[in-house]
């Protein structure tokens, strides 16, 4: 018995890290964060920006019509901005559009000074475009929807709904099938 | 890896592997050690995992894992206590140990 159980601990600990080497950790699955400004309607004299302030990775892009925000790298946690459209000339787009295309070559605050020269508020700042969960989570996106106002930053969204795939059933059927079986074989064996 | 292929050969590792401890361990017929390891870790696992994905605490899941287990082997092969949970323990720790390290 001892010796049984000493082999099983040297297996432990000399073999398996051999057949197990990969420093990755393959439990956990990278998964995408929606955003969107729900109510960006309301707001028809202004146009929204969004920036990352990190550094030649984020990019400033233009929010969409219908609110969405679009993905970044995910340590860029970006903020957006609104600039009145009164502000937001043709020049001034075509210098965002410079920004956007050629964004190794504009330092963070040299985006974030110009955005401030032409009048953009921060609205919502710190938002996540992914996140990690464990292989086995049910989760399948992360949905955050926010309702914006000028003259506050916004640090979480007002709602967040989280889609679910079908291996919540997995979870529940196999063990209750299992328990089952296991149950009615400690019954039989005791009768 | 798609996710349900990961999962099943991390289910088909970890019934592996315990099936191996309890075969070292457990003298009884092969196909019934087979059958009832897979019962223990067809109700274990997956409760594991789905508590592990929304919790975390995975030294309290293993734990609780360790226990049920235990105990389940303790019924289901008519072993002592002391056996039972050291059966429990070993092939805990082997799986325990794989997920820390894939």
Redesign the interface.
């Known amino acids: 018995m001892k010796n049984k159980i000493i082999a099983v601990i040297i297996f432990v600990f000399l073999v398996l890290p051999v057949i197990s080497a990969d420093p990755l950790d393959v439990r956990y699955k990278g998964i995408n964060i929606n955003n969107q400004i729900t109510n960006i309607q309301d707001f028809p004299d202004y146009v929204f920006v969004v920036y990352g302030k990190m550094e030649n990775m984020c990019p400033i892009k233009v929010v969409k019509e219908n609110g969405e925000i679009g993905y970044y790298y995910k340590f860029c946690n970006p903020s957006v901005y609104a600039i009145p459209k009164e502000n937001f000339n043709e020049l001034n787009e075509n210098y965002i559009l410079k920004m956007q295309q050629d964004y190794r070559n504009f330092t963070g605050e040299e985006v974030l000074v110009y955005i401030t020269s032409i009048g953009g508020k921060e609205v919502i700042k710190n938002i996540q475009t992914s996140t990690n969960v464990p292989e086995a989570s049910t989760i399948t996106e992360i949905n955050n929807s926010y309702i914006i106002d000028i003259n506050k930053v916004l640090t979480k969204p007002n709602n967040t709904i989280t889609p679910k795939n079908n291996l919540i059933y997995f979870y529940i059927l196999i063990p209750l099938i299992a328990l089952i079986l296991i149950v009615f074989i400690i019954y039989k064996r005791r009768k | ?1 798609n ?2 292929v ?2 099943l050969i ?1 289910f088909l590792l970890t019934f592996i592997l315990e099936t191996i ?1 309890y075969l ?2 457990i003298r009884d017929k092969k196909i019934k050690i087979i059958l ?1 390891c897979f ?2 870790n ?3 696992w ?2 594991a ?2 508590f ?3 919790l975390g605490m995975f030294y309290l899941i293993e734990f609780l894992v360790f226990v049920i287990e235990g105990f ?1 082997v303790f ?2 092969f008519n072993l002592s206590y002391k056996k039972a949970f ?1 059966i429990s323990f ?1 092939s805990n ?2 799986t325990a ?3 820390f ?2």
């Open positions: 890896m996710s349900y990961f999962l991390n401890v070292i361990f009832y019962l223990i067809a109700f274990t997956p409760l995992n789905f592990y994905s929304f389940l019924e289901l050291l070993l720790l082997i140990y794989i997920g390290s894939i």
